[in-house]
């Protein structure tokens, strides 16, 4: 089992910046793919990037630039950047971890194709 945990979210103005993080309980031998998730209220969940093990990133053909995936192995952790937000980012992010059967880029961006999911954490965006 592995729990994770979003951190980071908060409230701020269009045009700001804000840096999540999704830490994993325990660290794994195994390949995976992360990804962070967003839901707007009364909107469906959208994948928005992912990382491999190998460090390599995927985005979400909505993302225009402005949102950076990357990882700290040693810790366990996982960050979303995110740089001159607009208040269509608003939402709650989720971060979402599978065990994958080999190394190599991860394209996974649909919610049923992950195991293990945070609680998320919110982000607001005021015009």
């Known amino acids: 089992q592995i729990r994770l945990q979003e951190s980071g979210g908060g409230s701020v103005q269009t045009g700001g910046s804000l840096k999540l993080s999704c830490t994993s309980s325990?660290?794994?031998?195994?390949?995976?793919?992360m990804a962070w998730f967003r839901q707007a209220p009364g909107k469906e969940r959208e994948g928005v990037a992912t990382?491999?093990?190998?460090?390599?990133?995927f985005y979400a053909d909505s993302i225009d630039g402005r949102f950076k995936i990357s990882q700290d192995s040693s810790k366990n952790t996982q960050y979303l950047e995110m740089n001159n937000l607009e208040p269509g980012d608003t939402g709650l992010y989720y971060c979402?971890?599978?065990?994958?059967?080999?190394?190599?880029?991860?394209?996974?961006?649909?919610?049923?194709?992950?195991?293990?999911w945070g609680r998320g954490t919110q982000v607001t965006v005021s015009s």
């Open positions: 990382i491999a093990t190998d460090g390599s990133t």
């Open positions: 325990t660290s794994t031998i195994s390949d995976t793919c």
């Open positions: 979402a971890k599978v065990l994958v059967a080999s190394r190599g880029p991860c394209t996974r961006l649909r919610p049923n194709e992950y195991v293990f």
